[in-house]
């Protein structure tokens, strides 16, 4: 009898272990569970379909769900929900639109994702209280918008100023909506630093945007429907609302079945992405991955952190044991007309908890040669550790070029470059692309001198 992977949601995780597996082994019975209709789908792009960049919200599904049937071979199950785990009859029960089923296993991955944080503020079950995590969600937000005049929202309240935060500003500003965001930190995208935060504010007022920096939401007022976003000192008139304040780690199932659960609240994994329990693995959104720079356990859900580590446990269960790999929490997030981006670790307290002494410096140069025309201010800060000099992280904000940057400190990172070896690292030149003194290349000039002193 064949063996059986079985794989427990059909997002990104899920659906790249299911087709890497198949593909290595086919005689192996991969069987998918999903609890909702949608998989293989790009929860990024939900802002640009609310938006209306993006038409039709199908076109947000990178495979569908006839293909990973019909041409992979996988046994895909939607609105069929996996409720417990047994590992040690290997078996997880399964809930169906018919009936409870169990279903054996020889490997089980679990990828469960994560699932957006509901605060329990005063007043949350008033209608026109969204959030946005999966395609249900974006459609509700898009039909709202899509009324008609009479009945169409105008002023929106977004609580939380991430990710989500800033990509839904800009679409509902794309909307004609009104658009306040309310940050209880003082500056919005926290985890890129003040530097980027205070760009991305300005930005923000600049596209008529009104953010609310150091103000914490109390509740939200209304009779049937939201009328007000309540704050420590005010009350702002809103027609809507969106919570964006962050994703939890869809950790419960395994606790329940014993499984070892990380500080981070998600599922503590080793570097093949297995769990505590033996031939059980977790990946994606509800597991946590090493962080390159800490060598600690970490929890960044990034979609590319989801498809790599599945793909990595796809093969593992084939028998070729595959590292799911180390994180950096790499990210860019684009603000009306500015990128802006992070990686590794630039914020010093985490450095020196990790053991580091960090050094930054901060630099502005030109997108493009000075001379050329259409080019734009980015700015750079880049952290190095002071005694080994190896670069730890850097934020970049501007309006183009920061994606192509990141990803060269990035890469510095994961080489354990030091600030002498990425100052003379031989990268691309043209008057439309970048100065000749690539800004990677001045950061890490001007930090190098900081460091030698």
Known sequence: MAETFVVVGGDAAGMSAASKAKRENPDLDVVVFEKGEWVSYGACGLPYYVKGEIEELEEIVAVPKERFIEERG??????????GIDTEAKSVTVETPDAVIEQSYDSLLIATGASAIVPPFDGIDLEEIYTIHDPPSGRALREALERPESERPQTVGIVGGGYIGIEMAEAFRGQGLDVHVF??????LDPFGEMVG??????????GVTPHLGTRVEGFDGEEQVEAVRTESDAVHVDMVVVGVGVNANATIADAAGIDIGDTGAIAVDEYGETSAQDVYAAGDCAE??????GEPDHVPLALTANRAGRAVGQTVTGDPTPTGP???TAVVKAFDLEAGRTGIIDEERARAAGFDPVSVSITSKSRAGYYPGGSAIEIELVADADSKRVLGAAMVGEEGVTKRVD???TAIYAEMDTRQVEYLDLSYAPPFGPTWDPVLTAAKVLNSKLDG
């Open 183 to 188: 940050e209880m930190l003082d500056h919005v």
């Open 74 to 83: 996988i046994d895909l199950r939607t609105n069929h929900e996996v409720t």
């Open 289 to 294: 991955a090493e962080h390159v720079v800490t």
């Open 408 to 410: 060269t400190v990035t």
């Open 198 to 207: 205070e760009a991305v504010e300005e930005e923000l007022r600049d596209n």
């Open 327 to 329: 994180i950096a929490g």
